[in-house]
Protein backbone atom coordinates (compact mmCIF):
# COMPACT_ATOMS: atom_id res chain seq x y z
CA UNK A 1 0.00 0.00 0.00
CA UNK A 2 1.01 3.40 -1.08
CA UNK A 3 0.16 6.16 1.07
CA UNK A 4 0.51 9.94 1.15
CA UNK A 5 0.02 12.00 4.38
CA UNK A 6 -0.45 15.75 3.85
CA UNK A 7 2.37 15.81 1.10
CA UNK A 8 3.46 18.80 -0.23
CA UNK A 9 5.98 20.12 -2.63
CA UNK A 10 7.42 23.13 -3.70
CA UNK A 11 10.39 24.47 -6.22
CA UNK A 12 10.10 28.07 -4.64
CA UNK A 13 8.84 28.01 -1.46
CA UNK A 14 5.95 30.11 -2.22
CA UNK A 15 4.00 28.42 -4.46
CA UNK A 16 2.78 24.61 -3.87
CA UNK A 17 2.90 21.97 -6.84
CA UNK A 18 1.57 19.76 -5.01
CA UNK A 19 -0.55 21.12 -2.16
CA UNK A 20 -1.53 19.05 1.23
CA UNK A 21 -1.72 15.68 -0.73
CA UNK A 22 -3.58 12.89 0.71
CA UNK A 23 -3.77 9.90 -0.92
CA UNK A 24 -3.68 6.10 -0.39
CA UNK A 25 -3.33 3.51 -2.96
CA UNK A 26 -4.29 0.29 -1.94
CA UNK A 27 -2.25 -3.14 -2.88
CA UNK A 28 -2.84 -4.72 -6.18
CA UNK A 29 -4.92 -1.56 -7.39
CA UNK A 30 -4.43 0.00 -10.50
CA UNK A 31 -4.68 3.91 -9.58
CA UNK A 32 -5.11 6.23 -12.38
CA UNK A 33 -3.50 9.70 -11.85
CA UNK A 34 -5.32 12.27 -14.41
CA UNK A 35 -5.10 16.00 -15.03
CA UNK A 36 -4.53 18.44 -17.13
CA UNK A 37 -0.62 19.95 -17.83
CA UNK A 38 0.92 21.20 -14.84
CA UNK A 39 -2.17 19.62 -11.94
CA UNK A 40 1.10 17.58 -10.52
CA UNK A 41 0.11 14.75 -11.54
CA UNK A 42 3.55 13.76 -12.98
CA UNK A 43 5.45 15.39 -9.46
CA UNK A 44 2.95 13.48 -7.40
CA UNK A 45 3.76 9.96 -9.16
CA UNK A 46 7.90 10.37 -9.61
CA UNK A 47 7.79 11.36 -5.69
CA UNK A 48 7.32 7.54 -4.98
CA UNK A 49 10.64 6.55 -6.26
CA UNK A 50 12.32 9.98 -5.46
CA UNK A 51 12.86 10.91 -8.31
CA UNK A 52 10.99 14.35 -6.85
CA UNK A 53 11.53 14.21 -3.42
CA UNK A 54 8.67 16.02 -0.94
CA UNK A 55 9.12 19.31 0.54
CA UNK A 56 7.07 18.30 3.68
CA UNK A 57 4.82 15.34 4.50
CA UNK A 58 5.47 11.55 4.45
CA UNK A 59 4.95 9.15 1.79
CA UNK A 60 4.81 5.56 2.72
CA UNK A 61 5.19 2.23 0.62
CA UNK A 62 4.01 -0.60 3.06
CA UNK A 63 3.85 1.27 6.16
CA UNK A 64 7.78 2.25 5.85
CA UNK A 65 8.75 6.39 5.41
CA UNK A 66 10.50 6.22 2.03
CA UNK A 67 12.69 9.39 2.55
CA UNK A 68 14.34 6.49 5.12
CA UNK A 69 14.71 4.22 2.05
CA UNK A 70 18.22 4.37 0.06
CA UNK A 71 16.87 6.08 -3.12
CA UNK A 72 19.16 3.32 -5.10
CA UNK A 73 17.49 0.35 -3.33
CA UNK A 74 13.57 2.00 -3.59
CA UNK A 75 14.05 2.42 -7.10
CA UNK A 76 15.17 -0.79 -7.81
CA UNK A 77 12.07 -2.24 -6.21
CA UNK A 78 10.01 -0.24 -8.21
CA UNK A 79 9.41 -1.03 -11.95
CA UNK A 80 9.22 2.55 -14.26
CA UNK A 81 7.67 2.88 -17.52
CA UNK A 82 7.81 6.11 -19.47
CA UNK A 83 6.51 7.77 -22.34
CA UNK A 84 9.60 7.59 -24.45
CA UNK A 85 9.82 4.23 -23.34
CA UNK A 86 13.50 4.72 -22.84
CA UNK A 87 15.47 1.55 -23.59
CA UNK A 88 19.04 1.39 -24.16
CA UNK A 89 19.79 1.58 -27.88
CA UNK A 90 23.07 -0.41 -27.65
CA UNK A 91 21.82 -2.91 -25.83
CA UNK A 92 19.76 -5.93 -26.64
CA UNK A 93 16.26 -6.99 -25.49
CA UNK A 94 17.97 -8.97 -23.60
CA UNK A 95 20.52 -7.12 -22.31
CA UNK A 96 17.84 -3.91 -21.36
CA UNK A 97 15.07 -6.28 -19.57
CA UNK A 98 18.29 -7.76 -17.52
CA UNK A 99 19.79 -4.89 -16.71
CA UNK A 100 18.96 -4.43 -12.98
CA UNK A 101 18.93 -8.04 -12.52
CA UNK A 102 22.59 -7.58 -13.74
CA UNK A 103 23.27 -4.81 -11.11
CA UNK A 104 21.61 -6.98 -8.70
CA UNK A 105 24.18 -9.74 -9.36
CA UNK A 106 21.31 -12.32 -10.29
CA UNK A 107 23.55 -15.53 -12.31
CA UNK A 108 22.95 -15.69 -15.87
CA UNK A 109 20.72 -18.66 -16.20
CA UNK A 110 18.62 -17.06 -13.45
CA UNK A 111 18.16 -13.99 -15.56
CA UNK A 112 17.82 -15.64 -19.00
CA UNK A 113 15.05 -17.84 -17.81
CA UNK A 114 13.42 -14.68 -16.62
CA UNK A 115 14.01 -12.76 -19.12
CA UNK A 116 12.34 -15.70 -21.38
CA UNK A 117 8.70 -15.60 -19.06
CA UNK A 118 8.87 -11.19 -19.02
CA UNK A 119 8.98 -11.53 -23.05
CA UNK A 120 6.24 -14.80 -23.35
CA UNK A 121 4.23 -12.56 -20.98
CA UNK A 122 4.49 -9.26 -22.91
CA UNK A 123 3.71 -11.36 -26.16
CA UNK A 124 6.90 -11.07 -27.69
CA UNK A 125 8.83 -14.55 -28.65
CA UNK A 126 11.94 -14.57 -27.03
CA UNK A 127 13.70 -16.96 -29.43
CA UNK A 128 13.19 -13.96 -31.75
CA UNK A 129 13.36 -10.74 -29.62
CA UNK A 130 15.98 -11.56 -27.24
CA UNK A 131 18.77 -10.69 -29.34
CA UNK A 132 17.31 -7.73 -31.24
CA UNK A 133 18.17 -4.20 -31.12
CA UNK A 134 15.48 -1.73 -29.83
CA UNK A 135 15.46 -0.01 -33.25
CA UNK A 136 14.54 -3.01 -34.97
CA UNK A 137 11.40 -2.88 -33.28
CA UNK A 138 8.04 -0.53 -33.49
CA UNK A 139 7.07 1.41 -30.98
CA UNK A 140 4.45 -0.99 -29.46
CA UNK A 141 6.99 -3.78 -29.45
CA UNK A 142 9.34 -0.79 -27.80
CA UNK A 143 6.95 -0.17 -24.88
CA UNK A 144 5.73 -4.03 -24.67
CA UNK A 145 9.60 -4.37 -23.43
CA UNK A 146 9.46 -1.53 -21.45
CA UNK A 147 6.57 -3.27 -19.50
CA UNK A 148 8.39 -6.30 -19.58
CA UNK A 149 11.70 -4.59 -17.90
CA UNK A 150 9.60 -2.96 -15.11
CA UNK A 151 8.52 -6.49 -14.60
CA UNK A 152 12.01 -7.87 -14.46
CA UNK A 153 12.61 -7.91 -10.46
CA UNK A 154 8.95 -8.62 -10.12
CA UNK A 155 8.57 -5.18 -8.39
CA UNK A 156 5.43 -4.90 -5.93
CA UNK A 157 4.82 -1.30 -7.25
CA UNK A 158 5.17 -0.08 -10.96
CA UNK A 159 4.64 3.40 -11.79
CA UNK A 160 3.07 3.91 -15.77
CA UNK A 161 3.97 7.84 -16.87
CA UNK A 162 2.10 7.92 -19.88
CA UNK A 163 3.34 4.57 -21.61
CA UNK A 164 0.67 4.83 -24.22
CA UNK A 165 0.51 8.37 -25.28
CA UNK A 166 2.97 8.55 -27.78
CA UNK A 167 1.42 5.07 -29.73
CA UNK A 168 -0.77 5.30 -32.81
CA UNK A 169 -4.92 4.84 -31.24
CA UNK A 170 -4.80 1.27 -32.49
CA UNK A 171 -1.74 0.09 -30.98
CA UNK A 172 -2.03 2.17 -27.53
CA UNK A 173 -5.92 0.00 -27.41
CA UNK A 174 -4.07 -3.43 -27.70
CA UNK A 175 -1.27 -2.33 -25.25
CA UNK A 176 -4.09 -0.97 -22.94
CA UNK A 177 -6.26 -3.94 -23.31
CA UNK A 178 -2.94 -6.39 -22.48
CA UNK A 179 -1.77 -4.42 -19.26
CA UNK A 180 -5.54 -5.00 -18.31
CA UNK A 181 -5.22 -8.65 -18.37
CA UNK A 182 -1.37 -8.52 -17.03
CA UNK A 183 -2.74 -7.14 -13.95
CA UNK A 184 -5.83 -9.68 -14.23
CA UNK A 185 -3.16 -12.23 -13.43
CA UNK A 186 0.17 -10.13 -11.41
CA UNK A 187 -2.29 -7.68 -9.22
CA UNK A 188 0.17 -5.24 -9.01
CA UNK A 189 -0.39 -1.96 -7.04
CA UNK A 190 0.23 0.30 -10.30
CA UNK A 191 0.29 4.16 -10.41
CA UNK A 192 -0.62 5.44 -13.75
CA UNK A 193 -0.09 9.15 -15.28
CA UNK A 194 -2.17 10.20 -18.10
CA UNK A 195 -4.01 13.05 -19.46
CA UNK A 196 -6.30 10.88 -21.36
CA UNK A 197 -9.55 10.00 -19.64
CA UNK A 198 -11.26 7.14 -21.61
CA UNK A 199 -7.58 5.71 -20.67
CA UNK A 200 -8.29 6.22 -16.87
CA UNK A 201 -11.76 5.12 -17.29
CA UNK A 202 -10.63 1.80 -18.68
CA UNK A 203 -8.06 1.21 -16.72
CA UNK A 204 -8.38 2.58 -13.86
CA UNK A 205 -9.61 1.16 -10.25
CA UNK A 206 -9.79 4.64 -8.86
CA UNK A 207 -8.81 7.35 -10.85
CA UNK A 208 -7.87 10.76 -8.92
CA UNK A 209 -8.18 13.84 -10.61
CA UNK A 210 -5.73 16.24 -9.84
CA UNK A 211 -5.82 20.05 -10.29
CA UNK A 212 -3.38 22.61 -8.89
CA UNK A 213 -1.44 19.82 -6.77
CA UNK A 214 -5.03 18.87 -5.33
CA UNK A 215 -6.82 16.06 -5.47
CA UNK A 216 -10.52 16.99 -6.85
CA UNK A 217 -11.98 13.84 -7.12
CA UNK A 218 -10.42 9.92 -6.31
CA UNK A 219 -13.31 7.55 -7.11
CA UNK A 220 -14.04 4.15 -8.68
CA UNK A 221 -14.23 5.18 -12.71
CA UNK A 222 -17.83 4.85 -12.47
CA UNK A 223 -18.89 7.39 -9.92
CA UNK A 224 -16.29 9.78 -11.33
CA UNK A 225 -18.45 9.61 -14.59
CA UNK A 226 -21.90 9.36 -12.56
CA UNK A 227 -21.42 11.71 -9.83
CA UNK A 228 -18.67 14.07 -10.62
CA UNK A 229 -18.15 16.04 -7.76
CA UNK A 230 -18.17 19.51 -8.77
CA UNK A 231 -18.11 21.37 -12.01
CA UNK A 232 -14.17 20.57 -12.79
CA UNK A 233 -14.52 17.32 -12.91
CA UNK A 234 -17.96 17.09 -15.02
CA UNK A 235 -16.27 19.14 -17.79
CA UNK A 236 -12.88 16.99 -17.27
CA UNK A 237 -14.72 13.74 -17.94
CA UNK A 238 -16.65 15.52 -20.98
CA UNK A 239 -20.47 15.30 -20.68
CA UNK A 240 -20.66 12.92 -23.74
CA UNK A 241 -18.48 10.71 -22.02
CA UNK A 242 -21.35 8.50 -20.40
CA UNK A 243 -22.45 8.01 -24.25
CA UNK A 244 -18.97 7.24 -25.47
CA UNK A 245 -18.78 4.72 -23.19
CA UNK A 246 -21.84 2.82 -22.68
CA UNK A 247 -20.24 -0.28 -20.84
CA UNK A 248 -20.57 2.12 -17.96
CA UNK A 249 -24.49 2.83 -18.04
CA UNK A 250 -26.22 -0.10 -16.06
CA UNK A 251 -29.89 -1.36 -16.46
CA UNK A 252 -30.26 0.70 -13.70
CA UNK A 253 -29.52 3.71 -15.12
CA UNK A 254 -31.84 3.48 -17.81
CA UNK A 255 -34.83 1.89 -16.62
CA UNK A 256 -38.22 3.29 -15.55
CA UNK A 257 -38.70 2.86 -11.88
CA UNK A 258 -42.00 2.29 -11.51
CA UNK A 259 -43.48 0.41 -14.13
CA UNK A 260 -47.13 -0.53 -14.44
CA UNK A 261 -47.81 -3.80 -12.63
CA UNK A 262 -50.41 -6.17 -12.04
CA UNK A 263 -50.97 -8.37 -9.51
CA UNK A 264 -52.17 -12.38 -9.59
CA UNK A 265 -55.52 -12.53 -8.64
CA UNK A 266 -56.74 -8.92 -11.03
CA UNK A 267 -59.50 -9.75 -13.76
CA UNK A 268 -58.26 -9.01 -17.01
CA UNK A 269 -60.78 -6.13 -16.99
CA UNK A 270 -58.66 -4.42 -14.32
CA UNK A 271 -55.72 -5.49 -17.15
CA UNK A 272 -57.57 -3.37 -19.57
CA UNK A 273 -57.45 -0.59 -17.46
CA UNK A 274 -54.41 -0.37 -16.24
CA UNK A 275 -52.96 -0.78 -19.79
CA UNK A 276 -55.28 2.19 -20.45
CA UNK A 277 -54.33 4.15 -18.04
CA UNK A 278 -50.96 3.73 -18.37
CA UNK A 279 -50.76 3.57 -22.32
CA UNK A 280 -48.71 0.55 -22.39
CA UNK A 281 -49.32 -2.91 -23.68
CA UNK A 282 -47.12 -4.25 -21.52
CA UNK A 283 -48.14 -5.56 -17.82
CA UNK A 284 -45.90 -6.95 -15.44
CA UNK A 285 -47.15 -9.57 -13.51
CA UNK A 286 -46.44 -9.85 -9.58
CA UNK A 287 -47.13 -11.66 -6.62
CA UNK A 288 -48.06 -8.82 -3.86
CA UNK A 289 -50.04 -5.75 -4.65
CA UNK A 290 -49.60 -2.17 -3.62
CA UNK A 291 -45.97 -1.18 -2.99
CA UNK A 292 -44.08 -3.74 -1.20
CA UNK A 293 -41.04 -5.39 -2.94
CA UNK A 294 -42.46 -7.50 -5.77
CA UNK A 295 -41.57 -10.20 -7.55
CA UNK A 296 -42.37 -10.82 -11.07
CA UNK A 297 -44.87 -13.72 -11.78
CA UNK A 298 -45.19 -13.25 -15.65
CA UNK A 299 -46.19 -10.60 -18.07
CA UNK A 300 -49.40 -9.79 -19.83
CA UNK A 301 -49.51 -7.98 -23.14
CA UNK A 302 -53.20 -7.74 -25.30
CA UNK A 303 -52.32 -11.12 -27.19
CA UNK A 304 -53.07 -12.98 -23.63
CA UNK A 305 -55.97 -11.62 -22.86
CA UNK A 306 -57.65 -11.93 -26.17
CA UNK A 307 -61.00 -13.45 -26.07
CA UNK A 308 -60.53 -13.53 -22.25
CA UNK A 309 -62.35 -11.28 -20.84
CA UNK A 310 -64.74 -13.00 -18.50
CA UNK A 311 -64.51 -12.06 -14.76
CA UNK A 312 -63.39 -15.10 -13.50
CA UNK A 313 -60.44 -15.47 -15.42
CA UNK A 314 -57.72 -14.30 -13.14
CA UNK A 315 -54.17 -13.18 -14.33
CA UNK A 316 -52.02 -16.25 -12.66
CA UNK A 317 -54.28 -17.87 -15.26
CA UNK A 318 -52.90 -17.00 -18.13
CA UNK A 319 -50.04 -14.95 -17.79
CA UNK A 320 -47.01 -15.68 -19.82
CA UNK A 321 -44.23 -17.19 -18.48
CA UNK A 322 -41.87 -16.81 -20.99
CA UNK A 323 -40.24 -13.58 -20.46
CA UNK A 324 -36.46 -12.20 -19.70
CA UNK A 325 -34.76 -10.01 -17.06
CA UNK A 326 -32.09 -8.82 -16.39
CA UNK A 327 -29.94 -7.63 -13.14
CA UNK A 328 -29.72 -3.94 -12.29
CA UNK A 329 -25.55 -4.15 -12.97
CA UNK A 330 -25.94 -5.44 -16.61
CA UNK A 331 -24.61 -2.93 -18.79
CA UNK A 332 -26.40 -1.24 -21.72
CA UNK A 333 -24.25 -3.09 -24.54
CA UNK A 334 -24.94 -6.28 -23.18
CA UNK A 335 -28.97 -5.00 -22.39
CA UNK A 336 -29.21 -3.99 -26.41
CA UNK A 337 -28.12 -7.05 -27.32
CA UNK A 338 -30.27 -9.35 -25.15
CA UNK A 339 -33.06 -6.86 -26.28
CA UNK A 340 -31.94 -7.36 -30.19
CA UNK A 341 -31.79 -10.84 -29.85
CA UNK A 342 -34.39 -11.69 -28.46
CA UNK A 343 -36.62 -9.42 -30.67
CA UNK A 344 -37.72 -7.44 -26.92
CA UNK A 345 -39.43 -4.43 -26.87
CA UNK A 346 -39.49 -4.70 -22.65
CA UNK A 347 -37.20 -5.76 -20.12
CA UNK A 348 -37.70 -6.18 -16.60
CA UNK A 349 -34.74 -5.38 -13.95
CA UNK A 350 -34.57 -6.91 -10.74
CA UNK A 351 -32.29 -7.13 -8.04
CA UNK A 352 -29.97 -9.58 -6.81
CA UNK A 353 -32.80 -11.27 -4.60
CA UNK A 354 -35.33 -11.28 -7.86
CA UNK A 355 -36.86 -8.19 -6.82
CA UNK A 356 -38.45 -6.11 -9.21
CA UNK A 357 -36.42 -2.92 -9.32
CA UNK A 358 -37.98 -1.61 -13.15
CA UNK A 359 -38.24 -1.79 -16.57
CA UNK A 360 -36.23 -0.72 -19.80
CA UNK A 361 -38.89 -0.25 -22.17
CA UNK A 362 -37.40 1.36 -26.39
CA UNK A 363 -38.74 4.55 -25.32
CA UNK A 364 -36.78 4.67 -21.91
CA UNK A 365 -33.77 3.71 -24.40
CA UNK A 366 -35.42 6.49 -26.86
CA UNK A 367 -35.25 8.98 -24.03
CA UNK A 368 -31.39 8.32 -23.64
CA UNK A 369 -30.19 8.71 -26.78
CA UNK A 370 -32.21 12.08 -27.31
CA UNK A 371 -30.18 13.60 -24.23
CA UNK A 372 -27.05 12.11 -24.55
CA UNK A 373 -27.44 13.66 -28.42
CA UNK A 374 -28.37 17.03 -26.68
CA UNK A 375 -25.14 17.00 -24.18
CA UNK A 376 -23.63 16.30 -27.14
CA UNK A 377 -24.38 19.16 -29.48
CA UNK A 378 -24.14 21.83 -26.34
CA UNK A 379 -20.62 20.37 -25.21
CA UNK B 1 59.05 22.02 -61.37
CA UNK B 2 59.14 20.36 -64.92
CA UNK B 3 62.80 19.12 -64.19
CA UNK B 4 62.40 18.00 -60.64
CA UNK B 5 59.76 15.72 -61.78
CA UNK B 6 61.55 13.12 -63.72
CA UNK B 7 63.96 12.91 -61.31
CA UNK B 8 61.49 12.78 -57.94
CA UNK B 9 61.65 9.05 -58.09
CA UNK B 10 65.28 8.52 -57.75
CA UNK B 11 65.52 11.43 -55.32
CA UNK B 12 62.70 9.59 -53.23
CA UNK B 13 64.15 6.02 -53.32
CA UNK B 14 67.90 7.01 -52.75
CA UNK B 15 66.61 9.06 -49.39
CA UNK B 16 64.13 6.41 -48.62
CA UNK B 17 65.81 5.67 -45.60
CA UNK B 18 65.39 9.13 -44.15
CA UNK B 19 62.10 9.74 -45.40
CA UNK B 20 60.39 6.51 -43.49
CA UNK B 21 62.82 7.24 -40.33
CA UNK B 22 60.84 10.89 -40.31
CA UNK B 23 57.50 9.36 -40.92
CA UNK B 24 58.10 7.48 -37.72
CA UNK B 25 59.36 10.47 -35.59
CA UNK B 26 56.42 12.52 -37.30
CA UNK B 27 54.00 9.53 -35.95
CA UNK B 28 55.46 9.72 -32.55
CA UNK B 29 55.36 13.50 -32.23
CA UNK B 30 51.53 13.21 -33.19
CA UNK B 31 50.87 10.02 -31.06
CA UNK B 32 52.75 10.96 -28.03
CA UNK B 33 50.63 14.41 -28.05
CA UNK B 34 47.30 12.72 -29.14
CA UNK B 35 47.86 10.28 -26.56
CA UNK B 36 48.64 12.85 -23.50
CA UNK B 37 45.18 14.69 -25.27
CA UNK B 38 43.18 11.81 -24.85
CA UNK B 39 44.24 10.83 -20.76
CA UNK B 40 43.48 14.68 -20.27
CA UNK B 41 40.87 15.49 -22.69
CA UNK B 42 38.46 12.57 -21.73
CA UNK B 43 38.30 12.87 -17.72
CA UNK B 44 38.10 16.25 -18.49
CA UNK B 45 35.27 16.14 -21.12
CA UNK B 46 33.29 13.54 -18.30
CA UNK B 47 33.57 16.16 -15.54
CA UNK B 48 32.32 18.96 -17.84
CA UNK B 49 29.58 17.05 -18.83
CA UNK B 50 28.47 16.08 -15.18
CA UNK B 51 29.02 19.94 -13.86
CA UNK B 52 27.96 21.92 -16.61
CA UNK B 53 29.12 25.26 -15.00
CA UNK B 54 32.25 23.95 -15.44
CA UNK B 55 31.56 23.63 -18.75
CA UNK B 56 32.16 26.95 -20.54
CA UNK B 57 35.41 28.19 -18.97
CA UNK B 58 37.34 24.77 -19.68
CA UNK B 59 35.80 24.95 -23.14
CA UNK B 60 36.98 28.60 -23.26
CA UNK B 61 40.72 28.13 -22.43
CA UNK B 62 41.07 25.04 -24.54
CA UNK B 63 39.13 26.91 -27.26
CA UNK B 64 42.30 29.65 -26.97
CA UNK B 65 44.92 27.47 -27.90
CA UNK B 66 42.81 25.98 -30.28
CA UNK B 67 42.58 29.81 -31.96
CA UNK B 68 46.48 30.74 -31.70
CA UNK B 69 47.97 30.43 -34.54
CA UNK B 70 50.30 27.22 -34.68
CA UNK B 71 53.18 29.38 -35.96
CA UNK B 72 52.61 31.76 -33.00
CA UNK B 73 51.71 28.96 -30.19
CA UNK B 74 55.74 27.83 -31.76
CA UNK B 75 57.06 30.73 -31.27
CA UNK B 76 55.81 31.51 -27.79
CA UNK B 77 56.72 28.11 -26.81
CA UNK B 78 60.50 28.29 -27.18
CA UNK B 79 61.26 30.88 -24.15
CA UNK B 80 59.58 29.19 -21.75
CA UNK B 81 60.56 24.97 -22.99
CA UNK B 82 62.87 25.89 -25.26
CA UNK B 83 63.35 23.85 -28.38
CA UNK B 84 63.30 20.14 -28.95
CA UNK B 85 60.80 17.21 -29.20
CA UNK B 86 59.04 18.01 -25.37
CA UNK B 87 58.07 21.43 -25.98
CA UNK B 88 56.79 20.56 -29.91
CA UNK B 89 54.77 17.23 -27.99
CA UNK B 90 53.17 20.35 -25.57
CA UNK B 91 51.72 22.32 -28.25
CA UNK B 92 50.67 19.79 -30.20
CA UNK B 93 49.32 18.27 -26.93
CA UNK B 94 47.63 21.26 -26.67
CA UNK B 95 46.09 21.31 -30.44
CA UNK B 96 44.61 17.89 -29.57
CA UNK B 97 42.77 19.05 -26.65
CA UNK B 98 40.09 21.06 -27.24
CA UNK B 99 38.42 18.32 -30.44
CA UNK B 100 38.22 15.49 -27.51
CA UNK B 101 37.38 17.52 -24.72
CA UNK B 102 34.91 19.49 -26.87
CA UNK B 103 33.31 15.63 -28.90
CA UNK B 104 33.30 14.40 -25.49
CA UNK B 105 31.02 16.45 -24.07
CA UNK B 106 29.05 16.62 -26.53
CA UNK B 107 28.59 13.24 -27.25
CA UNK B 108 27.64 12.58 -23.26
CA UNK B 109 25.11 15.60 -22.83
CA UNK B 110 23.59 15.03 -26.25
CA UNK B 111 22.37 11.01 -25.24
CA UNK B 112 18.70 11.34 -25.46
CA UNK B 113 17.70 12.56 -21.38
CA UNK B 114 14.66 9.69 -21.79
CA UNK B 115 17.43 7.39 -21.58
CA UNK B 116 19.13 9.14 -18.36
CA UNK B 117 15.76 9.44 -16.70
CA UNK B 118 14.77 5.96 -17.48
CA UNK B 119 17.99 4.73 -15.77
CA UNK B 120 17.55 7.14 -13.00
CA UNK B 121 14.04 5.60 -12.33
CA UNK B 122 15.03 2.11 -12.66
CA UNK B 123 17.50 2.66 -9.85
CA UNK B 124 20.52 3.24 -11.64
CA UNK B 125 23.80 4.94 -9.70
CA UNK B 126 25.30 8.52 -11.55
CA UNK B 127 28.27 6.19 -12.62
CA UNK B 128 26.39 3.26 -13.69
CA UNK B 129 24.49 5.64 -15.94
CA UNK B 130 27.72 7.14 -17.09
CA UNK B 131 29.75 3.96 -17.74
CA UNK B 132 26.58 1.45 -18.89
CA UNK B 133 24.63 4.10 -20.94
CA UNK B 134 26.09 7.62 -21.46
CA UNK B 135 29.83 6.31 -22.58
CA UNK B 136 28.66 3.48 -24.34
CA UNK B 137 26.39 5.77 -26.45
CA UNK B 138 28.85 8.60 -27.03
CA UNK B 139 31.69 6.78 -27.85
CA UNK B 140 31.70 6.74 -31.82
CA UNK B 141 31.62 10.93 -31.48
CA UNK B 142 34.44 10.86 -28.82
CA UNK B 143 35.96 8.80 -30.90
CA UNK B 144 35.38 11.04 -33.84
CA UNK B 145 37.39 13.90 -31.56
CA UNK B 146 40.07 11.68 -31.42
CA UNK B 147 40.04 11.42 -35.56
CA UNK B 148 39.56 15.38 -35.75
CA UNK B 149 42.73 15.62 -33.11
CA UNK B 150 44.76 13.33 -34.79
CA UNK B 151 44.52 14.36 -38.25
CA UNK B 152 44.94 17.95 -37.46
CA UNK B 153 47.69 17.10 -35.55
CA UNK B 154 49.78 15.31 -38.56
CA UNK B 155 49.57 18.61 -40.27
CA UNK B 156 50.79 20.64 -37.46
CA UNK B 157 53.34 18.54 -36.75
CA UNK B 158 55.43 19.25 -39.92
CA UNK B 159 55.86 22.69 -38.22
CA UNK B 160 57.14 21.40 -35.52
CA UNK B 161 60.76 21.06 -37.47
CA UNK B 162 61.19 24.66 -36.99
CA UNK B 163 61.42 24.44 -33.12
CA UNK B 164 63.87 21.33 -33.81
CA UNK B 165 61.50 18.51 -33.04
CA UNK B 166 62.30 16.66 -36.35
CA UNK B 167 59.62 14.96 -38.58
CA UNK B 168 58.67 15.19 -42.17
CA UNK B 169 58.10 19.08 -41.51
CA UNK B 170 62.07 18.43 -41.62
CA UNK B 171 62.15 17.53 -45.68
CA UNK B 172 59.60 20.39 -46.36
CA UNK B 173 61.95 23.09 -44.96
CA UNK B 174 65.02 21.95 -45.87
CA UNK B 175 63.60 21.59 -49.42
CA UNK B 176 62.64 25.18 -49.19
CA UNK B 177 65.49 26.85 -47.65
CA UNK B 178 68.04 24.79 -50.60
CA UNK B 179 65.04 25.61 -53.43
CA UNK B 180 64.88 21.86 -54.13
CA UNK B 181 61.37 20.92 -55.10
CA UNK B 182 62.15 17.36 -54.74
CA UNK B 183 63.22 17.12 -51.16
CA UNK B 184 59.87 19.81 -50.05
CA UNK B 185 57.40 16.82 -52.34
CA UNK B 186 59.30 14.18 -50.44
CA UNK B 187 58.31 15.54 -47.04
CA UNK B 188 54.97 16.92 -48.75
CA UNK B 189 53.72 13.87 -50.24
CA UNK B 190 54.53 11.35 -47.25
CA UNK B 191 52.80 13.94 -44.57
CA UNK B 192 49.66 14.01 -46.68
CA UNK B 193 49.56 10.23 -47.02
CA UNK B 194 49.74 9.60 -43.79
CA UNK B 195 46.99 12.05 -42.54
CA UNK B 196 44.70 10.36 -45.14
CA UNK B 197 45.42 7.07 -44.01
CA UNK B 198 45.40 7.67 -40.65
CA UNK B 199 42.09 9.39 -41.29
CA UNK B 200 40.74 6.21 -43.24
CA UNK B 201 41.95 3.84 -40.36
CA UNK B 202 40.67 5.69 -37.63
CA UNK B 203 37.57 6.23 -39.40
CA UNK B 204 37.39 2.41 -39.34
CA UNK B 205 37.74 2.55 -35.84
CA UNK B 206 35.14 4.59 -35.18
CA UNK B 207 32.86 2.38 -36.95
CA UNK B 208 34.03 -0.80 -34.82
CA UNK B 209 33.71 0.89 -31.92
CA UNK B 210 29.89 2.69 -32.49
CA UNK B 211 27.37 -0.22 -30.60
CA UNK B 212 25.78 -2.29 -32.97
CA UNK B 213 22.41 -1.03 -31.94
CA UNK B 214 23.33 2.42 -33.22
CA UNK B 215 24.67 0.71 -36.75
Not at chain 1, 106 to 127: S, Y
Not at chain 1, 213 to 223: A, R
Not at chain 2, 185 to 211: F, K, N, R, S
Amino acid sequence: MIEFKKVSKSYDSQTNVIDQLDLKINKGELVVLIGESGSGKTTTMKMINRLHEPTSGTILIDGKNIMEINPIELRRNIGYVIQKVGLFPHMTIGENIELIPTLKKWDKAKKRKRTEELLDLVGLNPQQYIDRYPNELSGGQQQRIGVARALAVDPEVILMDEPFSALDPITREQLQEELLKLQDELHKTIVFVTHDMDEALKLGDKIAVMKDGKIIQYDTPENILKNPINDFVEYFVGKDRLWKSPEMVYARDIMKKQPATISLERTPAKALEIMKEKQTDYLLVVDVPGDRPKKVQGIITPKELKNKTTSDIKMKDILNKSYHVVAEKTNMVQVLNIMKENKLKNLPVVDEDGYLKGLITQTTILNLFADAISDYEEA
Amino acid sequence: MNQARPGFIEFFMGRLDQVLSLTIQHLQLTGLAVLCAILVGLPLGILIARNKRLANPVLGIANIFQTLPSLALFGLIIPVMGIGEVPAIFVLFLYALLPIIKNTYTGIINVDSSLIEAGKGMGMTKGQILRRVQIPLAVSVIMAGIRIATVINIGTATIASLIGAGGLGDLIFRGISSGSNNMILAGAIPAALLAIIVDWILGGVEYLVTPKGLK
